[in-house]
């Protein structure tokens, strides 16, 4: 297993302490199937489109579930049931039920999701809050940061 140091980051970055946990996780790879395959693309700025390749299934066979910083797809579909009329001789595409988890960073939110051609696609945008969009401070004269409070205060 491959391990990284990100002792360096750490002296430029602050509040990233998650970071070294996510990359590892990420290293690990997921458990389980690889099914169904998906496809994630950044669509604009502050936008991504999660894409899972979900063939046979409707929209009443999958749930979307956002929750505490993660996005849960769920599919579940009927067995169908073999017989004398509808025996498969070859059986190539899956019908199995499956749950793909995805972690989704702060203020992240899914927007939408549609089904189109067995394409589910889901809609995220990163929404930041004003509180935490940059902004620009002025740099005073000496003394003058002083002089402003006080006539703040006098009136």
């Given at each position: ?13 602050v ?47 999958l749930?979307?579930?956002s ?89």
């Amino acid at each position: 297993m491959t391990t990284f140091d990100f002792s360096p980051l750490f002296r430029t970055s602050v509040g990233y302490d998650r970071l070294a946990a996510l990359m590892n996780s990420a290293n690990r790879g997921e458990q389980g199937s690889a099914f169904p395959p998906y496809n994630i693309q950044k669509a604009g700025d502050d936008r991504y489109r999660i894409t899972m390749a979900v063939a046979g299934f409707a929209e009443a066979d999958l749930d979307i579930t956002s929750e505490n910083g993660k996005l849960i797809v769920t599919g579940s579909k009927p067995e169908d049931g073999e017989g004398d009329d509808n025996a498969f001789l070859y059986r190539g595409i899956a019908t199995r039920s499956f749950e793909r988890r995805f972690n989704l960073a702060d203020h992240v939110k899914v927007t939408g999701a549609s089904l189109d051609n067995g394409l589910l696609h889901i809609e995220l945008e990163r929404e930041i809050p004003e509180a935490m969009k940059p902004r620009k401070i002025e740099i005073h004269a000496p003394g003058a940061l002083l002089e402003n409070t006080a006539e703040e205060k006098a009136a």
